[in-house]
């Protein structure tokens, strides 16, 4: 018999990572994990009956494999199989099973006739139709299909465009992320037309919308924990990536996100993902309550990655949830290298762009029309804001030309040198000693600058005739220019190394897990250990008071007069003035003794 008392002797002895692991995995609510409140833990005899709790052991249990279940079970089994109940303090090191775990077990509803693997041996093995899914954990393990081999490369070719499609939905999304224009509700999620938006923009549905920014949260790309969402280094690597490396970063991320459970089913479903839930509830029976429905999103996410096609894993899908990158490049449709220009200032892909490439049009012109063959629009706004992005009329023009198949046209170079005119002229960046500010521009230009009486506090050096400096820092110098109407662009080498972004919603101050986890670890040692000694009195106190409420045998160890120890089998009844009461097994007489000669207590069950 495994009594809270015991429990609490194994967590008092763990070392205090392995004790942290163990409440992180446990799940225990935040109220059970707070520092304040009528439920919070105190020392180890609470967090002993809180992890032998009816629901602690449940949320336990639903986490178990089926092997593991019926090992628990049936009391016997080898190490190997039990060590995810030890994980998770359901069982200790030699196999004993906690009573509170044995009487869930034989509760439970999914858990009745609870059997080991087995395969309906009159079933058809030609038949491809679902097993009955029963409430209990009883029905037979869902057969594997048999999966027809079909046009391969057709399917491969399906999965590419899904893949195709999902990550320009992605990219878009992460550019919407980027510009800070996706911002949470005070109430979580984003808002119905915030979605129309950006499904408008990612050329997607916009019921899709909140599942796709949730997939680029879930596998770090984008990060929503201030209110308003912001990429991470890892999106912002994805975004400028090429198609083939993407698709398999993409894949391997979401692979590495999925629970531990979902990875055993899926790796028991194989390539056949269309009965999922079914074989889930099989390899996992108490976990319908929360795996379910991780599963339907999982085989909903595989085929919008590209991984499965009508829930057929394909041999792309395949090789890439192994790990094989090659044949992603082949699956994919080819980059294009070039573009073309239109005279209504259109431009045309008529294919994939690199998405470097794309992202280096991007900068001069806006996305009309994403897709397979996209279209983008220059303009007078799109090109002034180039410029004030620090870009030259150079440096748009060599892009262009290197882009372009068709030559510039006539009215685009026209535009350019207009808007140059009046935003691109004047170019400020940083001091060739990495201070002050260096100003480009044509004489002309300069000559007014430098007698211009607004700006003398600026203090010029003119070193040639096409560039001034000047003390003051480069965005400084910017502003005072702008401020006098002057076409004046920034760089990006001289911009602040911060900016200033619009204050968004901040969620409610919480603990991680695992932060919550080593508070409470830290709380415990400090209610067990004052000073240099461990109050061992206390402890024995709370396991005897324990007993006393669970009417408990015990086996207590007294220190005689003479020095010697004598123990003493009593069920107690009561606990007070220093001194433990109870019922002496052996002799069936009342028993007091007092607390302060007890040097042991041992369950007497």
Avoid: C
Avoid at 244 to 268: E, I, K, N
Avoid at 410 to 433: C, E, F, K, T
């Amino acid at each position: 018999m495994t009594t809270t008392a015991d429990l609490a002797a194994r967590l008092r002895a763990m070392p205090d990572d392995a004790l942290e692991r163990l409440v992180v995995a446990r799940r225990l609510p935040a109220a059970v994990l707070a520092e304040t409140g009528p439920s919070r833990i105190s020392d180890f005899f609470d967090l002993a009956e809180a992890l032998r709790s009816d629901d602690a052991v449940d949320a336990a249990i639903e986490h178990l494999p089926r092997a593991t279940l019926i090992a628990l079970a049936s009391g016997s089994g080898d190490a190997e199989v039990l060590a995810p109940a030890v994980a998770l303090g359901l069982a200790d090191e030699s196999g004993g099973v906690d009573d509170a775990v044995s009487a869930r077990l034989a509760t439970h509803p999914d858990l009745a006739g609870l059997t080991g693997p087995a395969v309906d041996p009159d079933r058809d093995a030609g038949d491809t139709t679902a097993p009955p899914v029963t409430g209990g954990a009883d029905h037979l393990r869902p057969a594997a299909h048999d999966v027809e081999s079909g046009d391969d490369e057709r399917s491969r070719t399906t999965g590419a465009e899904h893949a195709f499609a999902t990550m320009t939905e992605l990219a878009e999304l992460l550019r919407a992320v980027d510009e800070g224009g996706v911002r949470e509700l005070v109430k979580g999620g984003i808002g119905t037309p915030l979605a129309k938006a950006l499904g408008e923009r990612a050329g997607a549905d916009a019921d899709v919308v909140p599942d796709r920014l949730a997939l680029l949260a879930r596998i770090g790309f984008a990060d929503p924990d201030d209110g308003t969402w912001v990429t991470t280094a890892a999106g912002d690597a994805w975004s400028v990536a090429s198609w083939p490396d993407r698709w398999t970063t993409l894949v391997t991320a979401w692979r590495d996100s999925l629970d531990t459970a979902v990875l055993d089913v899926l790796d028991a479903a194989g390539d056949d993902l269309r009965d999922l839930v079914a074989v889930g509830r099989w390899a996992y029976p108490a976990g319908a309550t929360w795996l379910d429905a991780v599963l339907l999103d999982v085989a909903g996410t595989a085929n919008a990655l590209g991984i499965a096609v009508d829930g057929i894993v394909t041999s792309t899908g395949r090789a890439l949830l192994d790990g094989d990158a090659a044949p992603a490049a082949a699956d994919l449709p080819r980059t294009v290298d070039g573009v073309y220009l239109q005279h209504d200032l259109t431009v045309i892909a008529p294919g994939p762009l690199a998405p470097v490439d794309d992202a280096a049009l991007r900068t001069v012109a806006v996305l009309e029309a994403p897709g397979l063959a996209a279209r983008y629009r220059i303009s007078e706004d799109s090109l002034r804001r180039a410029f004030r992005a620090g870009h030259t009329r150079q440096d748009i023009l060599a892009l262009l030309e290197r882009l372009s198949s068709t030559g510039l046209p006539q009215p685009l170079a026209y535009l350019v040198d207009q808007v140059a005119s009046r935003d691109g002229s004047i170019v400020v960046d940083v001091g060739a000693d990495g201070t002050g500010t260096r100003l480009h521009g044509t004489a002309d230009q300069l000559d007014l600058v430098g007698v211009d009486a607004e700006l003398r506090q600026l203090a010029w050096e003119r070193s040639d005739l096409t560039t001034l400096l000047s003390h003051y820092p480069p965005h400084v110098v910017h502003t005072a220019l702008e401020d006098q109407r002057y076409p004046a662009v920034l760089t990006a080498a001289a911009r602040p190394p911060s900016r200033s972004a619009p204050p968004g919603r901040r969620r409610v101050g919480g603990r991680t897990p695992e932060q919550a986890a080593h508070a409470l670890v830290e709380r415990l040692r400090v209610a067990t250990e004052r000073g240099e000694t461990e109050p061992e009195q206390e402890w024995l106190g709370r396991q005897i008071d324990l007993a006393v409420r669970g009417r408990t045998p015990i086996r207590v160890t007294v220190r005689m007069p003479d020095g010697s120890e004598r123990p003493f089998s009593i069920v107690p009844t009561s606990v007070a003035a220093g001194r433990v009461r109870g019922r002496d097994t052996a002799v069936d007489v009342e028993r007091t003794l007092p607390l302060s000669l007890v040097v042991a207590v041992e369950s007497d069950a």
